[in-house]
Nanobody, 124 residues
Framework: QVQLVESGGGLVQAGGSLRLSCAAS????????MGWFRQAPGKEREFVAA????????HYADSVKGRSTISRDNGKNTVYLQMNSLKPEDTAVYYC?????????????????WGQGTQVTVSS
């Protein structure tokens, strides 16, 4: 069983930055593909970013590419999402997820464990 706990969400003005963190339990964190998804009110959950086991490969949704950076610290069992130049349309609940069957994954169905989410609100 893998437990994921997100933190770092909050209220920020447009153009600002936030860094989300996700702490994972489990002794094999370095063998989990990790990802971030988000869900805005009335919308489906969507992919934001993913990172491979070693951190050497990353993928981003077009909507955040160039403004966000996903990273991981396997020694701390933590994955991060640095978000810059935030826009009101980035407002959503952000979820961290772990994929135990894939080195890197971009589809929600490929993930096995999910956190409870952290709210990000960007004011205009």
């Amino acid at each position: 069983q893998v437990q994921l706990v997100e933190s770092g969400g909050g209220l920020v003005q447009a153009g600002g930055s936030l860094r989300l963190s996700c702490a994972a339990s489990g002794r094999t964190f370095s063998r989990y593909g990790m990802g971030w998804f988000r869900q805005a009110p009335g919308k489906e959950r969507e992919f934001v970013a993913a990172i491979s086991w070693s951190g050497g490969n990353t993928h981003y949704a077009d909507s955040v590419k160039g403004r966000s950076t996903i990273s991981r610290d396997n020694g701390k069992n933590t994955v991060y999402l640095q978000m810059n130049s935030l826009k009101p349309e980035d407002t959503a609940v952000y979820y961290c997820a772990a994929a135990i069957r894939y080195v890197i994954a971009t589809m929600s169905g490929e993930y096995d464990y999910w956190g409870q989410g952290t709210q990000v609100t960007v004011s205009s």
